[in-house]
T-cell receptor, first 115, second 113 residues
């Protein structure tokens, strides 16, 4: 079956604009994660969805960042009023469920550049 | 709080030489440990993981790692490097029963012909 897909693969936007990044997880995976990967940095956890439970938003860096997951499947990460420091690769991952024996499957990422 | 330290942001080896990528972690409880690899312009792919049981874990592409609790380490090794191993490698830790995985900063492996 298909892996995790993300769109767009690249996004260039002007400072102050809003952007939406999309993630399609693997079918049947109940857990979905968003990470941010900045140049020379590790992966920074942003948000986690598990089934119909309330998401864990503890990693979101500011209130300009939000995410939703519709129907327990597709997720959208929205960044409002983008800033240059938001430039990074945004990675989405999904897994079968809770419990860390479940491997996370990563998408190819969306490279966001804020000019 | 959990954390992961990868020693060396860049490691360069000759083709056929031993690969050793170092990872140390801190965790207040027994952890799950992972190594992921990221090839250029791709997402991360799981190389191997330690959950319970045997402390020497074998993964894909000839890589293996050993969980050493006394040293809080989970170093990644491969006896003989191949050009195709050139990539970025991430060590990660999570608590048993938890969901949040903490990643290290990554080590970029260069393989010289």
């Amino acid at each position: 079956g298909a892996g995790v897909s993300q769109s767009p693969s690249n996004k260039v936007t002007e400072k102050g604009k809003d952007v939406e990044l999309r993630c399609d997880p693997i079918s049947g995976h109940t857990a979905l994660y968003w990470y941010r990967q900045s140049l020379g940095q590790g992966l920074e956890f942003l948000i986690y969805f598990q089934g119909n439970s309330a998401p864990d938003k503890s990693g979101l860096p500011s209130d300009r960042f939000s995410a939703e997951r519709t129907g327990g499947s597709v997720s959208t990460l929205t960044i409002q009023r983008t800033q240059q420091e938001d430039s990074a690769v945004y990675l989405c991952a999904s897994s079968l469920g809770t419990g860390q024996t479940y491997e996370q499957y990563f998408g190819p990422g969306t490279r966001l550049t804020v000019t | 709080a959990q954390s992961v330290t990868q020693l060396g942001s860049h490691v360069s080896v000759s083709e056929g030489a031993l690969v050793l990528l170092r990872c140390n972690y801190s965790s207040s409880v027994p952890p799950y440990l992972f190594w992921y690899v990221q090839y250029p312009n791709q997402g991360l792919q799981l190389l191997l993981k330690y959950t319970t049981g045997a402390t020497l874990v074998k993964g894909i592409n000839g890589f293996e790692a050993e969980f050493k609790k006394s040293e809080t380490s989970f170093h990644l090794t491969k006896p003989s490097a191949h050009m195709s191993d050139a990539a970025e490698y991430f060590c990660a830790v999570s608590e048993i029963g938890g969901f949040k995985t903490i990643f290290g900063a990554g080590t970029r492996l260069f393989v010289k012909a």
